[in-house]
């Protein structure tokens, strides 16, 4: 048992390049030699520690030796930071020199949320030959988030991790000698101005994006498809180069939920050897982006074991660490472990989506006149007859306004699941709904909807609201998606609209699982925008930023023979 652990502080490492990069080590306090496991972090040592996946004091007292170090450029780290640029590398040669470290015993893991999940896929791509497991959690499925391989720009977020990411930055220019008057005035601006700085037109002459020190980040997000992708392949992480165990961690409402799944099913696919295809695993909470782990997310309290301490994630994530590093297995440490919403439990299973999932089709239906909640919106199982088509005007000045959802919680806007009624009494939005269910209905798996919709433009948005409609008329969002028309086929392939051409626009909401109790209602939100969460799409066609007017149009919504709009759900039987 470790009675004691130390801490090091910044630590040199010396990359290929003769960069050093420093890092701060939890170990025990002993002569012993040590598995490792590495965290990269551009976010500084120091709040990085603060992990509710995995708990780096918990991790050094369970025998382990726990590296934080600040990437390349940042903080204590030497050398100039490019986001994303050398994270491989210089992960390569991080593992290799913690593993030839005194207190190493050679086996070396890593983990990490957001971009320090990141850090753990572009060096595991790099195969370096002590790391034998990472833990990344809440991160893509590779170069392309969720929203934009949809085509959308998760614009406020883009913003203020901008501006977040400028201190540090205008710091060590300042050292330099460098004028960073109107650099801070333009950060100050955005951090402090930010929906209106979401609604600067044209976008591209937004101040924080005329210091390309400042806004890269942002305008990374928002330029054309990074160079190297050119296949929908090179979309992904290189799965088949990763050969180590993975253990996913995300939330229902994290804004990489989707792809938490996606990257687990594409290593057990086609991971680059038998023990990575074998070992991998999904802890999945109620959770949002990030690395602190709540049960009270939003406007829901979903229980105790909905903690940090109540789900024993790090516990599970030593468990995995155990396995993958000692040799010691964990019947705590299972495939799948998922949260269900709505009874507050935990369940596990093999594989995802599971096994019995019995696929529902829930059908739109209306008179036509299906805006806000108010209206003649019904979501059936019976397929649609003869039925008029809903209409409604997205006029990109009047933007539906941001309402929860997997957005990160340490920007700008309220997260999670919060009542909709506010935006649901908008014309704009379409609601389609249930009747009052008449037994519980377990919901658990990866949720799609197709929509058959004609616009008066040649290019606009469409986004999906699944929700949960209380008794008492609460209604809580659930899942979401998201469609820019133009990449409706590929985001490697836009294609114009034709104006009032009927496509089937097919929506990925991701994955959840919630059961809908008895008394409560089902229902499907349908419009155009979601501001300042997301980019208004100025329904002209131009590239992204370049518009200071955007143009009204006229969306219809069909549910008839042929053109039947409906949700899919994975409804898991009793």
């Known amino acids: 048992m470790i009675k004691s652990i130390r801490m090091d502080r910044d630590i040199p490492m010396e990359m290929r390049d003769g960069v050093v990069l420093r890092a701060d080590v939890f170990r025990p306090d002993d002569q012993e030699k040590h598995p490792a496991i590495i965290v990269r972090t551009p976010y500084d040592k ?49 593992v290799e020199c913690v593993a030839n470290s005194s207190w190493c015993d050679g086996n ?23 790391l034998k497991a990472i833990a990344p959690h809440v991160i893509s499925a590779g170069k392309l988030s969720e929203f934009r391989r949809a085509g959308l720009i998760d614009l406020e977020s883009a913003i203020s991790w901008s501006t977040a990411m400028a201190v540090d930055t205008l710091t060590k220019l300042a050292k330099k000698g460098v004028d960073v008057s109107k650099m801070a005035e333009a950060v100050k601006y955005a951090s402090e101005n930010t929906e209106e700085a979401c609604g600067f037109l044209p976008l591209k002459d937004l101040p924080l994006f005329q210091f390309e020190e400042l806004g890269k980040g942002a305008m990374q997000r928002m330029g054309d498809i990074p160079e190297g992708i050119k296949t929908e392949e090179d979309i992904y992480w290189a799965y088949k180069k990763i050969q180590v165990p993975c253990m996913h961690a995300g ?3 994290d804004m990489f939920c989707g792809d938490t799944f996606l990257n687990f099913l594409n290593m057990r696919t086609i991971g680059g050897s038998p023990i990575a295809r074998q070992g991998q695993h999904v802890l999945m909470g109620p959770w949002l982006h990030g690395s602190r782990l709540h049960n009270l997310v939003g406007g829901c309290n979903f229980g105790r074991y909905a903690t940090g301490p109540g789900s024993f994630a790090t516990a599970r994530h030593i468990a995995f660490f155990d396995k993958y590093l000692r040799g010691i297995d964990s019947k705590y440490l299972v495939p799948v472990r998922y949260f269900v919403m709505g009874i507050k ?23 036509g006149h299906a805006n806000s909640l108010t209206g003649d919106g019904v979501l059936s199982r019976n397929e649609p007859g003869n039925e008029p088509p809903d209409r409604y005007i997205y006029n990109p000045l009047d933007p539906v306004p941001s309402r929860g959802g997997r957005i990160n919680p340490d920007m700008n806007i309220p997260a999670g699941p919060l009542d909709q009624t506010l ?10 709904t249930t009747p009052e269910l008449k037994e519980p209905l377990e919901v658990t798996g990866p949720v799609k909807l197709h929509l058959f919709a004609a616009t ?9 609201k699944l929700v949960d409609v209380h008794p008492n008329g609460l209604s809580i969002n659930i899942a979401e998606g998201f469609l820019r028309a133009r990449y409706r086929k590929s985001i490697l392939g836009p ?63 069909f549910h008839q023979k042929d053109y039947a709009s409906h949700i899919e759900l994975p409804v898991i039987p009793k």
């Open 456 to 464: 008066s433009a040649v290019d606009t948005d469409f986004i999906a």
């Open 251 to 253: 939330g229902w409402y």
């Open 345 to 367: 439990k935990w369940k596990n299973a093999d594989t995802w989506p599971l096994p019995q999932t019995d696929w529902q089709r829930f059908y739109f239906h209306s008179r």
């Open 46 to 94: 120091g709040p990085s520690t603060r992990s509710d996946f995995f708990s780096p004091t918990e991790g050094a007292f369970a025998g382990y030796a726990v590296v934080i170090q600040d990437t390349r450029g940042r903080f204590a780290s030497e050398g100039e930071w490019v986001s994303g640029a050398s994270e491989g590398l210089d992960g390569y040669d991080t």
């Open 495 to 557: 294609e114009a609209v034709n104006p009032g051409q009927i496509n089937e626009y097919v929506i990925d909401l991701a994955s959840t699982s919630i059961v809908f109790g008895q008394g409560h209602c089902i229902r499907v939100h349908i419009t155009s925008s979601e501001f300042p969460r997301f980019d208004r799409n100025m329904n002209t066609g131009n590239p992204i930023g370049e518009d200071a007017q955007g143009v009204p149009a006229m969306q219809t919504i």
């Open 108 to 130: 070396v893991g890593m983990a990490g949320a957001s971009y320090l999940g990141r850090n753990q896929w572009d060096a595991a791509q790099e195969a370096p030959p002590h």
């Open 423 to 432: 935006v649901e009494q908008r014309n704009d939005v379409l609601c389609y």
